[in-house]
């Protein structure tokens, strides 16, 4: 199933690559605008959604695109500068501001409604700073950018022909959909969870809470502004209205709500649903009924709130994939924490989920039953997570020295219960076995992100190992790569 949906993903890419392409007609042109604006739009829901997951609701998100928009033009307009540079200064100023502002809130636990009014309000002084200061930015008029004269287009990145900005957006939407899978497939999103679960817990469990928030903050912002920056030079035009401002953010919270922030696809689903509604009314009213556009998706936000909450597209997902049948166990693909079978270490198989109600979850560890019972060659833990991660589950499990942990790692083989117990236990032997060489590196100093994108982008093994613990890790993490496992994911105890 997955190999299939893997090759329906690649046709459908090579489908949209080759949409400019086509004969679509008069109203070539125009399909090319929405479809880039959908393009781009997703990039900005898919930067949004990284907050939004993990209950973070930002209300203020039109300041980042505002001052990534704006940034980008006024340093092209007033000093000339090539927006290759001036959209990385964008970017920068951006993420500053959003320090600003999550700093105070993550070290004074500002969450939940308390938060988004402050990002509301963060908002709307960007927006209104933006109005004021009009011998810069136009005021509520706008500002138009510049044209680049005889300069290169490539310098200027500006372009007659819609096709390169098809496929720049294309490129801005691939680059989000790949950091959002990096950000849920990283340690990282296990934090976060914990976080918005319950910030004093997942403190109290080693969890670095203000350098987590900051670093999911900063990321987000950074991705807005990014996009902002490339619709400002699409559309050569910025207006606080269309870029900045309570109603940019509530439009990018709209369409990540209504296409599901829980999936990697949902934010586009969503963006693709507004635009086209908007176009539509656009075109049926015109200026006839000012405001109806708002109206309708403010009544349709608050009917999918209450009856589809995981979205349009994380509804199907879920429909179509919670409940599909457990495959033949005995070479299933099993994700686990490496350590499973260290002795003594049962319990709980500390399944990581997301959409789930216990009473789902307690249904389908009921269902493996019958499997655990069936294959007494290994654990009981090692046979419900193999039958678990069938289920669209992942099963971490701490990797134990006794009653201290070590740290963690996920090990994905796809061969036999049995086989993959005798791995474990081998490199388990060998990892607290290999004496550690002696270390006479100094200890790099830490910064203030280095727990989030740490987890984030993580460098292959543990490169330096300072002490026992760690050096055992990376011990077994190398054993099981010899072994023809793909190791990921490894996490030294904190």
């Not at 004969?23 to 070539?28: T, V």
């Not at 401002?245 to 689903?269: C, E, H, K, N, T």
Request: aromatic share 12%.
């Amino acid at each position: 199933m997955t190999i299939a949906f893997r090759v329906l993903g690649l046709l459908a890419l090579v489908a949209m690559a080759l949409i400019p392409f086509l004969p679509l007609g008069a109203a070539q042109e125009y399909i090319w605008h929405v479809i880039i604006q959908i393009f781009l739009w997703s990039f900005v829901g898919n930067a949004w959604s990284l907050m939004g997951r993990f209950g973070l609701v930002s209300l203020g998100h039109g300041a980042f695109l505002g001052v990534g928009a704006y940034a980008t033009v006024l340093l092209w307009n007033f000093y000339g500068m090539t927006p290759w540079a001036g959209v990385v200064l964008a970017v920068l100023l951006t993420v500053a501001l959003a320090l600003v502002v999550a700093y105070p809130c993550s070290r004074f636990q500002v969450v939940g409604h308390y938060f988004g009014l402050v990002t509301l309000a963060v908002g709307e002084v960007v927006r209104l700073w933006i109005v004021a200061e009009r011998d810069w930015t136009g005021g509520s008029l706008g500002v138009s950018l510049k044209t680049g004269g005889t300069a290169s287009g490539l310098w200027t990145l500006q372009f007659a022909d819609k096709r390169v900005f098809y496929y720049v957006g294309m490129a801005a939407w691939l680059f989000g959909l790949w950091v959002w899978w990096r950000v849920d497939r990283s340690m990282a999103r296990s934090a976060m969870e914990a976080i918005g679960e319950d910030e004093t817990a997942a403190a109290s469990v080693g969890i670095r809470v203000t350098r987590f928030k900051m670093g999911i903050t900063a990321l987000s912002a950074a991705l807005t502004a990014l996009g902002g920056a490339l619709l400002a030079l699409y559309l050569a035009y910025t207006n606080p209205d269309t870029l900045s401002g309570i109603g940019v953010s509530l439009r990018i919270v709209f369409a990540v709500v209504l296409g599901g922030m829980y999936s990697l696809l949902g934010p586009f689903v969503g963006t693709a649903l507004t635009i086209a509604l908007s176009e539509y009314l656009r075109i049926y009213f015109g200026i006839k009924l000012i405001g109806i556009a708002e109206t309708i998706y403010g009544l349709l936000l608050i009917v999918f709130i209450i009856f589809l909450p995981a979205g349009i597209y994380g509804s199907i997902r879920d429909a179509l994939f919670r409940r599909r049948p457990a495959r033949s166990a005995g070479a299933a693909t099993v994700a686990v924490l490496a350590g499973l079978i260290v002795a003594g270490c049962g319990g709980s198989t500390g399944l990581v989920v997301r959409g789930q109600s216990d009473a789902q979850i307690a249904a389908d560890r009921a269902q493996c039953l019958p499997f655990v019972q069936a294959h007494t060659e290994t654990t009981p833990e090692l046979a419900e997570a193999a039958c678990l991660v069938n289920r669209g589950y992942r099963a971490p499990l701490p990797l134990a020295q006794g009653p201290a942990g070590i740290g963690s790692l996920y090990a994905t083989a796809n061969r036999d219960a049995a086989v993959i117990v005798a791995d474990f236990q081998g490199c388990r032997v060998e990892a607290f076995n290999t004496p550690m060489p002696e270390n006479k590196e100094k200890k790099a100093p830490s910064g203030i992100f280095s727990s989030f994108f740490g987890q984030l982008f993580p460098r292959g093994f543990i490169k330096k190992a300072r002490t026992p613990d760690e050096w055992a890790l990376q011990t077994f993490a190398a054993c099981l790569n010899r072994r023809g496992y793909a190791v990921s994911d490894v996490t030294p105890a904190r």
